[in-house]
């Protein structure tokens, strides 16, 4: 069975300091992989996704993540946080086409300190 | 930008009442979700929706669920007799052909 892990539930970062979430999945093939927001009370935004191809896939609001194979990973960054940046980051994995539902991670808390 | 919208964003309940969670997904999808999300954990798929019937769905979807495609906008997630356990953040997504999902702002259900 897949599986999505963050290992990390809360990071804070200074504002205009890098950021890395770490995601690793468990999965029987190459899956879809998504990053995506929650900020407090709101829905799902989706960042960023890799299906296939360059391994470093850009998204929106400046934030950049890596597949590697190798490690199973898929990890987000941001050279540069901003204080907006605050929210819920949720790592998924899913397979590649047809109606099967995402697997989240459990999520993980980024707090943004002045 | 196209967005999915649910309604309503909160609905507060009786245990054993019946509640319908209204999706109303992005014109030109194709693909149909509902996931959930209990306070404080991750989000959990419950079933997909496709051409007018079940796709897949989790063990969480038993028989007490329930979607449909009542007409060509809407979709809705029934939970027939609510229990203590469904409150939770409730979110529908729909993609054009199962890749891409983009979600709804959610529902969020407290069940008394």
């Known amino acids: 069975a897949q599986s999505v892990t963050q290992p990390d539930i809360h990071i804070t970062v200074s504002e205009g300091a890098s950021l890395e979430l770490r995601c690793n999945y468990s999965?029987?093939?190459?899956?879809?992989l998504f990053w995506y927001v929650q900020s407090p009370g709101q829905g799902l935004q989706l960042l960023l996704k890799?299906?296939?191809?360059?391994?470093l896939v850009q998204g929106i609001k400046g934030f950049e993540a890596e597949f590697k194979r190798s490690q199973s990973s898929f990890n987000l960054r941001k050279p540069s946080v901003h204080w907006s940046d605050a929210a819920e980051y949720f790592c998924?994995?899913?397979?590649?086409?047809?109606?099967?539902?995402?697997?989240f991670g459990k999520g993980t808390h980024l707090i943004i300190q002045p | 930008e196209p967005e999915v919208t649910q309604t309503p964003s909160h609905q507060v309940t009786q245990m054993g009442q019946e509640v319908i969670l209204r999706c109303v997904p992005i014109s030109n999808h194709l693909y149909f979700y509902w996931y959930r999300q209990i306070l404080g954990q991750k989000v959990e798929f419950l079933v997909s929706f496709y051409n007018n019937e079940i796709s897949e769905k989790s063990e969480i979807f038993d028989d007490q669920f329930s979607v449909e495609r009542p007409d060509g906008s809407n979709f809705t997630l029934k939970i027939r007799s609510t229990k203590l356990e469904d409150s939770a953040m409730y979110f529908c997504?729909?993609?054009?052909?199962?890749?891409?999902?983009?979600f709804g702002p959610g529902t969020r259900l407290l069940v008394l």
């Open positions: 890799y299906f296939s191809g360059d391994t």
């Open positions: 998924a994995v899913g397979a590649r086409g047809g109606a099967d539902g995402l697997t």
């Open positions: 999965y029987g093939a190459t899956p879809y």
């Open positions: 997504a729909s993609s054009v052909k199962g890749e891409t999902q983009y």
